[in-house]
């Protein structure tokens, strides 16, 4: 069973720099700029995990009652993750996954 721990907090993004305010409705997992996350939950909002690697957004499933999901995978220890995309997420950059062209869409805007 999957414990749920609301730890809604701040955070600056490592990797565009941008300050991340708290979500509010949830627990902020990942940067709304550029999507990217860090691998320090083992169970959603635990901040237990050691890892503490890069979490880079690889591809966005659709769910009919979560919406939209990014999938990551840890550029540390290769684990895949899932985090739920947040209301105030850059739609640009969602499609952007959708379509395949996530790279080159973050690297223009981080330019
Ligand atoms: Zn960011
Ligand atoms: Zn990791």
Redesign the pocket.
């Known amino acids: 069973m999957k414990h749920f721990s609301k730890n809604d907090q701040g955070f600056t993004c490592i990797v565009c720099g941008a300050q991340v305010e708290p979500l509010g409705y949830s627990s902020r997992d990942h940067c709304p700029k550029c999507l990217h996350s860090l ?1 320090i939950d083992i169970n959603p909002g635990d901040r237990l ?1 050691t ?1 503490l ?1 890069i979490l880079k957004p690889i591809s966005i499933t659709t769910n009919s009652k979560k919406g939209y999901i990014i999938n990551y995978r ?1 550029d ?2 290769g ?1 895949l993750h899932n985090n739920r995309a947040a209301t105030d997420d850059k739609q640009s950059l969602i499609f952007a996954l959708m379509n395949g062209t996530y790279d080159e869409t973050l690297k223009k805007m981080l330019h």
């Open positions: 691998h995990n890892c690697g840890c540390k220890c684990k």
